[in-house]
């Protein structure tokens, strides 16, 4: 069992550019979850897929942010159109918490820095 | 926004000392998880104590809960240097929702 994996551990880009960042959670957890830590901000939740519920968006900053979940697993995070104050550690994280455990395994995130 | 607020921000100690970190939050909830994390990347669970419990252990691990005053605390005992990290704590106010983070507390334990 391998732990939640992300890619790319690191991402330069210009402003003004799109990026992906992906996740692969651990095998047979139900729920994914992305957040982002920057030194301002802290620890900020973004979006949250459970299953095949529709998805808690509610931290995510603004429309130029996106993610979807494919077949209950990967998960892509998009933020198009990259501004200065993306620049962040991109953390994925998931848990079994169908079954009633709620402990959050996360992956090892990806810093994102936009010039 | 973040509801979760730690103090202190910064703890330096000395090797076999204990630590004490508080956390304080706002809403209801219906847990209350300590994270660890080093070199400001991933972040490891560390312990989890639901609502309706007021204290659990795990190892050097002491945790407290009270939801009358909606704070908790973290106690590592006989702390060693590897204990050299962030500790945050985060609130899941759904039962496996979002976590709502405090900005953490920076732990230097001194060999």
């Known amino acids: 069992g391998a732990g939640v994996s992300q890619s790319p551990s690191n991402k330069v880009t210009e402003k003004g550019k799109d990026v992906e960042l992906r996740c692969d959670p651990i095998?047979?957890?139900?729920?994914l979850y992305w957040y982002r830590q920057s030194l301002g901000q802290g620890l900020e939740f973004l979006i949250y897929?459970?299953?095949?519920?529709?998805?808690?968006k509610s931290g995510l900053p603004s429309d130029r942010f996106s993610a979807e979940r494919t077949g209950g697993s990967v998960s892509t995070l998009t933020i198009q159109r990259t501004q200065q104050e993306d620049s962040a550690v991109y953390l994925c994280?998931?848990?079994?918490?169908?079954?009633?455990?709620?402990?959050?395994?996360f992956g090892p995130g990806t810093r994102l820095t936009v010039t | 926004s973040q509801q979760g607020e730690e103090d202190p921000q910064a703890l330096s100690i000395q090797e076999g000392e204990n630590a004490t970190m508080n956390c304080s939050y706002k809403?209801?909830?219906?847990?209350l998880q300590w994270y660890r994390q080093n070199s400001g990347r991933g972040l490891v669970h560390l312990i989890l104590?639901?609502?309706?419990?007021r204290e659990k252990h795990s190892g050097r691990l002491r945790v407290t809960l009270d939801t009358s005053k909606k704070s908790s605390s973290l106690l590592i005992t006989a702390s060693r240097a590897a204990d050299t990290a962030s500790y945050f704590c985060?609130?899941?106010?759904?039962?496996?929702?979002?976590?709502?983070f405090g900005q953490g507390t920076e732990l230097s334990v001194k060999p």
């Open positions: 994280a998931s848990s079994s918490s169908g079954t009633g455990s709620f402990e959050q395994y």
């Open positions: 095998s047979g957890h139900t729920a």
């Open positions: 897929f459970q299953g095949n519920s529709a998805p808690d």
């Open positions: 809403t209801s909830i219906n847990n």
């Open positions: 104590i639901r609502s309706n419990e």
């Open positions: 985060a609130t899941d106010a759904n039962r496996g929702g979002k976590l709502i």
